[in-house]
């Protein structure tokens, strides 16, 4: 057993900005899934959401927002957030994160700053196409010149270690599988914070890292821990479609700069499907490629900035358009085959504005919690806003109640794991067999469009599945993959759940059989909760 002030699983904007907030006050261990980089963030292309120059305004950013969110963002969460959000980029400047800067018309250097899908002005702070990768390089650095603080790399966080203390059950740290030791370690913590990104690894398709399977919101959902809107899954409507490329993404951004979706036919997709036309919220336009795609029988669509002058392409666009062309591909003078991928969580751990859970003891940060800032759609480049202003109110908090959580949960717990030891399942294939089956499900049954009937029959396979993955888990060694499949197995269970309840069309969630919005009756998150 090991024993720190505060444990951090995760090592992403969320994790690191927590632990870089608190390093001064404590011992800090911050435990990852693989390498300390291997991280939704480290792939963010995009930028970062800030309100940074005139004649752009925080009332702007916020109404954009909420606009997105389709009537189920918190606002209190939002003004926090945008107003918060100039403070944020500094933050991230003064632990070494360097911005893409530009001239302007008076002479002085100002962000460079990039325009994205639902934004009415443009207000992304970017460093060039590789923003997620410079803020964690950043981050990591500043990290790892600090001697309170240890990274456990190679290290998946199993559970949580939920403790009964005289004044109820609190949070006392995480059960760890140490995959290069195959042995399970228990992290004893006042101060215990779940930083685990999203769960795009539910779906087939996705944009998201291999990391991504919900882990954080499974451990939750164990614990008692209510789990909100996880119906709101965001598609991004650009990933690029290659045969052996997965999980590359075509920033927003390239149509914030000009881009067009087209159908295979060369006929332009978004035309008169929605006022900002290929500049329309992205579950707008992930729906109408997807509609295209179904329509025509087509496997893709093209998005094709080829117009737009080859230099400033290859400036704004470095990396995309490296990458596209080692595949063959010259963006600057050829569409870009592209498909609609799973993206982004808005749901997650119900949290409230300092990102404590119902669990004392107990913070969830960044994609895996639920600020409520995002509701029914999340407007481009607000994630990494989210994840650094609540990740320092989340450490602020955490500091105060530093001394109240140690007295309160006493002496050390008890280190005892009554589960498996670690080791592997003796035959892989029921792993593989239904990790593939369970992403399928998902993608196939409760994708970008929905109806009841699929979700009912999703459902019942699902229960299926979990109860033979439940049972491998009860008597076979803990292996990295089978905690994987068990979390996915739960998270698709938990969508299916919140989707079903949903009866209407609204933001992210689309329905086929309900599909009007209707405030009367879900104008509210859809909140899932373990029975005791
Ligand atoms: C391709 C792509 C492009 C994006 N572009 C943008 C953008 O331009 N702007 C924007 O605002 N947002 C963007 N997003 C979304 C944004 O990057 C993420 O929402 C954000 O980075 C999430 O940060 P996080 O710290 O919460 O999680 P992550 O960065 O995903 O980090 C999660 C961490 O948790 C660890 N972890 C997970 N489970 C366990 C476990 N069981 N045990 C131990 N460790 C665990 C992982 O190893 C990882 O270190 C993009 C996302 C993707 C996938």
Same mark, same amino acid.
């Given at each position: ?63 954009? +927002?909420?606009? !997105? *969110? ?9 003004? /926090? #957030?945008?107003?918060? =959000?100039? @403070? ?107 930083? +685990?990104?999203? !769960? *795009? ?9 291999? /990391? #991504?399977?919900?882990? =954080?919101? @499974? ?127 808005? =749901? ?185």
């Amino acid at each position: 057993m090991e024993s720190a002030d505060f444990v951090v699983v995760g090592s992403g904007i969320a994790g690191l900005t927590f632990a870089l907030t608190v390093a001064g006050r404590g011992r800090v261990i911050v435990i990852t899934k693989k390498d300390d980089a291997e991280s939704a963030t480290n792939m963010a292309q995009g930028g970062i959401a800030a309100v940074t120059r005139d004649p752009d305004s925080f009332e702007k950013h916020i109404e954009d +927002t909420l606009t !997105a *969110g389709v009537g189920l963002c918190n606002r209190e969460a939002v003004g /926090i #957030a945008v107003r918060s =959000g100039p @403070a944020a980029v500094e933050r991230l400047m003064e632990w070494g994160t360097r911005f893409s800067r530009t001239e302007s018309s008076d002479g002085s250097i100002a962000f460079d700053l990039g325009r994205e899908g639902g934004h009415s002005d443009r207000r992304i702070v970017h460093a060039s196409d590789m923003t997620g990768r410079e803020i964690e390089t950043a981050l990591l650095r500043a990290l790892g010149r600090h001697p309170n603080v240890e990274m456990w790399e190679d290290h998946v966080a199993i559970d949580l270690v939920v403790r009964d203390t005289p004044a109820g059950r609190a949070c006392g740290g995480v059960r760890v599988l140490d995959v290069e030791r195959d042995r399970v370690v228990t992290v004893a913590a006042s101060v215990t914070v779940l930083a +685990t990104g999203g !769960a *795009g690894k539910v779906y087939l398709y996705t944009t998201n890292p291999d /990391i #991504a399977s919900g882990d =954080g919101v @499974a451990m939750a959902y164990r614990a008692g821990v209510p789990i909100r809107n996880m119906e709101f899954i965001q598609f991004h409507p650009t990933c690029l479609y290659h045969p052996t490329v997965k999980s590359f993404l075509i920033s927003e951004a390239v149509r914030g700069e000009g881009a067009v979706l087209r159908g295979l036919s060369g006929r332009r997709i978004m035309e008169g499907q929605h006022p900002r036309e290929d500049l329309a919220p992205r579950d707008v336009v992930a729906r109408a490629i997807d509609k295209t795609m179904k329509t025509t029988g087509d496997k893709h669509a093209y998005l094709d900035i080829s117009h737009v002058d080859a230099a400033r392409v290859r400036e704004r666009f470095p990396n995309i358009v490296t990458r596209l062309a080692e595949l063959g591909i010259d963006m600057t003078s050829e569409p870009i085959p592209v498909v609609p991928a799973a993206h982004y969580l808005c =749901g997650g751990i119900e949290v409230d504005l300092e990102c404590r859970t119902t669990l004392p003891g107990l913070y969830a940060v960044g994609e895996t919690a639920h600020t409520g800032m995002h509701g029914a759609n999340r407007l481009a480049s607000n994630s990494l806003l989210e994840a650094v202003v609540f990740s320092r109110r989340a450490a602020g908090s955490a500091i105060a109640e530093l001394d109240d959580r140690r007295a309160a949960l006493g002496p050390a717990p008890d280190p005892a794991w009554h589960g498996n030891e670690a080791g592997s399942v003796p035959e892989g294939v029921l792993l593989d067999y239904n990790w593939d089956v369970v992403r399928r499900l998902m993608w196939d049954y409760v994708g970008i469009v929905r109806n009841e009937r699929r979700l009912v029959l999703a459902g019942a396979r699902m229960a299926g599945i979990a109860e033979e993955v439940d049972d491998l888990f009860s008597r076979y060694p803990v292996s990295g993959d089978l905690l994987e499949l068990r979390n996915i197995c739960l998270v698709g269970d938990l969508i299916i759940r919140s989707a079903l309840e949903r009866k209407e069309s609204r933001g992210l969630h689309f329905m086929e059989d309900f599909p009007e919005r209707d405030d009367e009756h879900f104008l509210s998150d859809t909140v899932v909760v373990r029975n005791a």
